[in-house]
């Protein structure tokens, strides 16, 4: 099972910075986004994505459903997730990407070879344009795809 888990705890150091900077820009909770590899709520998964700290990277996490809303992606195969890892491990951090939420005037586009945390989330997911999308935006995504599989008879 694949699973989107969007971050709303917040960080130490400048972590915590710039979690409160995103989550002011984007005008949200959300600050950081993983593709989750197992069910979070069962114990540590394998998360997939990019940090400014790490890179692009899989990494095994336990994920704080008090710091974490975890949001199943029924529809997406876990094997995306793992091409998507092969194909641009140790590849950058892309502040410049990140920024332009900032400062929407800029024109933004993909780097070929940097990825921010919801660029390379939306990626896995299928997403045409990924560096258009925030955290927020996948949350909003993914929880209308969950909602619309609870249709009333």
């Known amino acids: 099972m694949i ?12 972590a915590r910075l710039t979690g409160a900077a995103i989550r002011w820009v984007t005008r949200s909770r959300w600050s950081h986004c993983e593709i989750a590899l197992g069910n979070p709520l069962e114990g540590p998964v394998t998360c997939i994505s990019s940090s400014a700290l790490d890179w692009v990277r899989a ?15 029924d529809d997406i195969s876990g094997a995306n997730a793992l091409v ?15 920024f332009r939420f900032a400062v929407p ?31 927020a935006d996948l949350f909003v995504i993914a929880k209308r795809i969950e909602d619309s599989k609870w249709v009333q008879v």
């Open 105 to 135: 005037l800029l024109v933004r586009q993909q780097h070929p070879r940097r990825w921010f945390c919801s660029e390379l989330c939306a990626l896995i997911m299928g997403l045409q344009d990924p560096w258009r999308f925030s955290p």
């Open 3 to 14: 699973y989107l888990a969007t971050y709303y705890g917040s960080s130490r150091g400048i």
């Open 84 to 98: 998507a890892l092969q194909a641009y491990k140790g590849e950058g951090y892309d502040w410049l990407g990140a």
């Open 59 to 73: 990494k095994t996490m336990q994920l704080d459903p008090s710091r974490w809303a975890i949001i199943p992606l």
